[in-house]
C-alpha cells in the first residue's frame, strides 16, 4: 500500500536469521523504525503515518509518536492476523490503538471483527490496484493457447485436492495451459500429481517483477480460497491488470467483487465447467474488469480521501 501511495517506508524489518538473534533484531528493528518516523514526522508534522499490523513491536511506538507530534494522523492498517488473541492479549495494544489510531481493515467482514474486539468504530479501506497496471498482449507460449495463472500460496485455506483433480481432467484440452506459481514445497503431493502434464508449469518462487510478467501475459487468473473473511490480493492485482477471472464464491468475495468475472464453489466439477468458459469468453470477461476497475478504483479514492480528512485525536 506504501508504494501504491507513494509513501515513504520508514519501517525496518528483522533481518537475521538465527532464531537466538531474533529478539536482539526485533529491538534493534524497532529503535530504528522509531528513530525513522520521528525524523520523518518532524519534517512533515501534519503527515499520515499509515502503520501495517502485525508486527507485534511496532505498535507500542504510537503513543511516543503521538504526543511528540500531535498534529500528525496515526492510521493502524489491522491485516487478518491482527485478530489472533494472543496479539490481541498483547499488554496494552487495545488501549493504544482506541486512544491514538484511526483503525482500518481490508473488507467489511473483517472490519466488522475488530470493531467487535475493540469496541470502536473501524473503517473499510480495501486493497488499492497496482500502481502500474500495464497490459500486455501474447504470452510466451503458442499463440492458440490460452494461458490461465493461478497464483498459489499452497495453505490451508486453498482449495488444493479439488484444484489438483480439475487440472489432471483437464490435462488433454488442446487450448489451455496452466501456470502455477508459489513455493510448491509446501504442497508436494499436489506437486508430483501434476508436474508431468504437458499443460502444467510450475513457476517456483518468483520476484514481484517475474510475478507480474505472468499476471500481464495471462488470459485468465484463477483465484481460490475457501476463507471466507479473505481478501485476496492476486484477485486485486487481476483487476489492477483487467484480466479476466474466475474466483471463488465466497461473503468477502461477492460483496466486495460484485459481478466480477466468473465463480466456482470451490469443487472440481466447478473448477472444471468454469475454467473452460472463462478462457472463451476471456475478451468479454475483460472488458467486463476494465469496467468494474474504474468503479473500484472511484470507491477507493473516496474512502482515502475521507480517512485523510479524519480530525486528529
Known amino acids: ?7 515513504r517506508d520508514v519501517h525496518l524489518r528483522p533481518k537475521f536469521g538465527m532464531r537466538a538473534l531474533k529478539p536482539v533484531d526485533y529491538a534493534l528493528a524497532f529503535i530504528s523504525s522509531l528513530w525513522r518516523a520521528h525524523r520523518w514526522l518532524t519534517k512533515e508534522p501534519e503527515g499520515l503515518l499509515l502503520l501495517t499490523l502485525p508486527p507485534t513491536l511496532i505498535i507500542y ?4 509518536l503521538s504526543w511528540r507530534h500531535p498534529r ?11 485478530l489472533r488473541p494472543l496479539w490481541l492479549a498483547l499488554p496494552f ?20 471483527q475488530f470493531s467487535e474486539a475493540l469496541a470502536m468504530p473501524v473503517r473499510v479501506l480495501s486493497d488499492p490496484l497496482p500502481s502500474e497496471a500495464t497490459e500486455l ?10 494461458v490461465v495463472l493461478v497464483p498459489l500460496s499452497y495453505r490451508k485455506d486453498e482449495p488444493l485436492e479439488e484444484l489438483a483433480q480439475a487440472i489432471s481432467r483437464l490435462a488433454g484440452h488442446e487450448r489451455i ?50 476463507d471466507e473473511s479473505v481478501q485476496m490480493c492476486a484477485l ?28 466456482v464453489d470451490n469443487t472440481a466439477e466447478s473448477f472444471i465447467k468454469v475454467i473452460p468458459r472463462a478462457c472463451e469468453r476471456s475478451e468479454e470477461l475483460s472488458e467486463g474488469a476494465r469496467s468494474f476497475r474504474e468503479i473500484y478504483e472511484a470507491g477507493w479514492k473516496k474512502s482515502f480521501s475521507e480517512l485523510e480528512m479524519v480530525e486528529v485525536r
Open 1 to 7: 500500500m506504501c508504494q501504491r501511495l507513494g509513501f
Open 72 to 82: 500528525c494522523t496515526i492510521v493502524a492498517d489491522c491485516h487478518n492476523g491482527a
Open 93 to 112: 495494544v487495545k488501549r493504544i490503538l482506541k486512544a491514538h489510531c484511526e483503525v482500518v481493515a481490508h473488507n467489511p467482514m473483517i472490519a466488522k
Open 236 to 263: 486485486n492485482e487481476a483487476l489492477g491488470y483487467a484480466k479476466a477471472v474466475v474466483r471463488s464464491s465466497t461473503a468477502t468475495l461477492d460483496e466486495m467483487y460484485p459481478g466480477l468475472g466468473m465463480t
Open 177 to 226: 495451459r496452466f501456470v502455477l506459481t508459489g513455493n510448491y514445497a509446501r504442497a508436494q503431493w499436489f506437486y508430483r500429481s501434476l508436474v508431468g502434464l504437458p499443460n502444467v508449469r510450475f513457476t517456483g518462487y518468483t520476484s514481484l517483477s517475474e510475478y507480474f510478467g505472468l499476471l500481464a501475459k495471462a488470459d485468465v487468473i484463477v483465484c481460490l480460497t475457501t
Open 137 to 146: 498482449g501474447s504470452n510466451d507460449m503458442q499463440k492458440h493457447d490460452m
Open 61 to 64: 511506538m504510537v503513543p511516543f
